[in-house]
T-cell receptor, first 112, second 111 residues
C-alpha cells in the first residue's frame, strides 16, 4: 500500500463550510497527487506536488487549494464546500524509480 | 481523454485465466502501458507495467504486441477477489504528471 493513509475516511459537511483532507505517506516520496472520482468521470487530477512547498494545478483545481509544508503530508482544502464537491477523493504518491503511482484508500465526502 | 480502448465488461470462471485486452494504437515510443484495478470503493491498485517486453509479477502477466498497439493483461488463475474494474493506461515517465483513467473493463469472476 506504499504507506499512504488518508484522513478522515468519511466526512459529511454543509455547503459553505471549509474542509481539509489529509494525505500522509511514510516513505518520503517527492511526488504526491490529489484526484477525485465521480460516476461517469473516472479519476480526475485536482492538484499535485513535486516537493515541499512546490505544487501545481490539475484539470479540476477550481475551488480547491493544497499545501505541503513537509514531505510526508499533502493537504487538500475546500475553502467553501459546495454540493458539486461531493465525491471520493484519492491521494497518490509516485515512486522515484519506476515512477509508478500508488493510491491511498480514499476519503468519501458528502456536502449537504 | 483516455488513449486506450477496453471492452466494458468480461466474465471469467474461477480458477481459469482471465485475459483482458487493451488497444492503444496511438501509443508513442516513450509511453509505458500501466494496468491498475479498482475493487468496489477502494483506491486503484497498481498491477503491472511495461514498455515493450512482456512482464510478469506475482499478480499478473502483461503481453505487449510487437507493434505496441495493443496489450493483454493475464490473471493466470482468477479468484472471486479479482472481480474489479481493470484500467489500462498509457503514461510517459518523466513527462505528463497525471494518469488518465478511461472507463476500464469490469471483470466479473464467477464461481
Amino acid at each position: 500500500d506504499a504507506g499512504i493513509t488518508q484522513s478522515p475516511r468519511h466526512k459529511v459537511t454543509e455547503t459553505g463550510t471549509p474542509v481539509t483532507l489529509r494525505c500522509h505517506q511514510t516513505e518520503n516520496h517527492r511526488y504526491m497527487y490529489w484526484y477525485r472520482q465521480d460516476p461517469g468521470h473516472g479519476l480526475r487530477l485536482i492538484h499535485y506536488s513535486y516537493g515541499v512547498k512546490d505544487t501545481d494545478k490539475g484539470e479540476v483545481s477550481d475551488g480547491y487549494s493544497v499545501s505541503r509544508s513537509k514531505t510526508e503530508d499533502f493537504l487538500l482544502t475546500l475553502e467553501s464546500a459546495t454540493s458539486s464537491q461531493t465525491s471520493v477523493y484519492f491521494c497518490a504518491i509516485r515512486t522515484g524509480g519506476d515512477e509508478t503511482q500508488y493510491f491511498g484508500p480514499g476519503t468519501r465526502l458528502l456536502v449537504l | 481523454d483516455a488513449k486506450t480502448t477496453q471492452p466494458p465488461s468480461m466474465d471469467c470462471a474461477e480458477g481459469r485465466a482471465a485475459n483482458l485486452p487493451c488497444n492503444h494504437s496511438t501509443i508513442s515510443g516513450n509511453e509505458y502501458v500501466y494496468w491498475y484495478r479498482q475493487i468496489h470503493s477502494q483506491g486503484p491498485q497498481y498491477i503491472i507495467h511495461g514498455l515493450k517486453n512482456n512482464e510478469t509479477n506475482e499478480m499478473a502477466s502483461l503481453i505487449i504486441t510487437e507493434d505496441r498497439k495493443s496489450s493483454t493483461l493475464i490473471l493466470p488463475h482468477a479468484t472471486l477477489r479479482d472481480t474489479a474494474v481493470y484500467y489500462c493506461i498509457v503514461f510517459s515517465q518523466g513527462g505528463s504528471e497525471k494518469l488518465v483513467f478511461g472507463k476500464g473493463t469490469k471483470l466479473t469472476v464467477n464461481p
